[in-house]
């Protein structure tokens, strides 16, 4: 990759719906420089709810880095990345962000990139949500941040669970900047006839 390459920092989490996670590594492999962090739960919900192995996903990444790695390049603002994403957000990661209590890799590259300015997707996965929940994302909201529920869009007619992960995926790279177009947008009710094309990458795992 050249030296202009955007960077990019990965969060999966312990929520489920880590789906969205890889989705969005699949798009932004060899086009991005891109840091993965994927924690213990993260690797337990794999296990569940596909059929990907933790090497595999790390394959997708630039570089991969143990959850407790804070000799990172991106644990310091010093080192400029585009911006970050945490897909899935568990309850528990939205928590420390919002409080500052940066007890992980994950927690700390997102208050880094609160405290520089840069752009923060928390891709959040949990329902239905408690005060404690919705006061913890107004905190980040109120920081920069960009809460983003894990909500599909159903416009398109998605025919598959992989469609409607693309409308999630495509959405969070559209916050980060990324140019992309893994999801059917929007185009008023007479430009919905069209149907999903397949893909040609296996993502049924």
């Given at each position: 990759?050249?030296?202009?390459?955007?960077?990019?920092?990965?969060?999966?989490?312990?929520?489920?719906?880590?789906?969205y996670?890889?989705r969005i590594?699949?798009?932004?492999?060899?086009?991005?420089?891109?840091?993965?962090?994927?924690t213990?739960?993260?690797?337990?919900?794999?296990?569940?709810?596909?059929?990907?192995?933790?090497?595999?996903?790390?394959?997708?990444?630039?570089?991969?880095?143990?959850?407790?790695?804070?000799?990172?390049?991106?644990?310091?603002?010093?080192y400029?990345?585009?911006?970050?994403?945490?897909?899935?957000?568990?309850?528990?990661?939205?928590?420390?962000?919002?409080?500052?209590?940066?007890?992980t890799?994950?927690t700390?590259?997102?208050?880094?990139?609160?405290?520089?300015?840069?752009r923060?997707?928390?891709?959040?996965?949990?329902?239905?949500?408690?005060?404690?929940h919705?006061?913890?994302?107004?905190?980040?909201?109120?920081?920069?941040g960009?809460?983003?529920?894990?909500c599909?869009a159903?416009?398109?007619?998605?025919?598959?669970?992989?469609?409607?992960?693309?409308?999630?995926?495509?959405?969070?790279?559209?916050?980060?900047?990324?140019?992309?177009e893994i999801?059917r947008?929007?185009?008023?009710?007479?430009?919905?006839?069209?149907?999903?094309?397949?893909?040609?990458?296996?993502?049924?795992?």
């Amino acid at each position: 990759m050249s030296s202009g390459t955007p960077e990019i920092v990965v969060g999966l989490s312990g929520a489920s719906g880590i789906q969205y996670g890889i989705r969005i590594l699949q798009e932004l492999s060899g086009r991005s420089k891109t840091h993965l962090i994927m924690t213990r739960s993260a690797r337990e919900i794999l296990s569940v709810e596909t059929d990907w192995r933790p090497d595999e996903v790390e394959a997708l990444a630039f570089r991969s880095y143990n959850p407790e790695d804070f000799t990172a390049p991106f644990a310091s603002g010093s080192y400029r990345v585009q911006g970050m994403v945490v897909a899935p957000c568990s309850m528990r990661t939205l928590a420390g962000i919002a409080s500052g209590f940066s007890d992980t890799l994950i927690t700390r590259a997102a208050d880094v990139c609160l405290k520089e300015h840069r752009r923060l997707v928390l891709v959040t996965r949990e329902a239905p949500l408690n005060l404690i929940h919705l006061r913890n994302m107004v905190q980040v909201a109120e920081a920069g941040g960009v809460i983003m529920p894990a909500c599909p869009a159903f416009y398109g007619r998605p025919h598959s669970v992989e469609d409607l992960v693309d409308t999630v995926a495509g959405r969070a790279l559209d916050l980060l900047g990324v140019k992309q177009e893994i999801y059917r947008r929007w185009g008023g009710p007479a430009g919905m006839g069209k149907t999903y094309n397949d893909s040609d990458k296996d993502r049924s795992r």
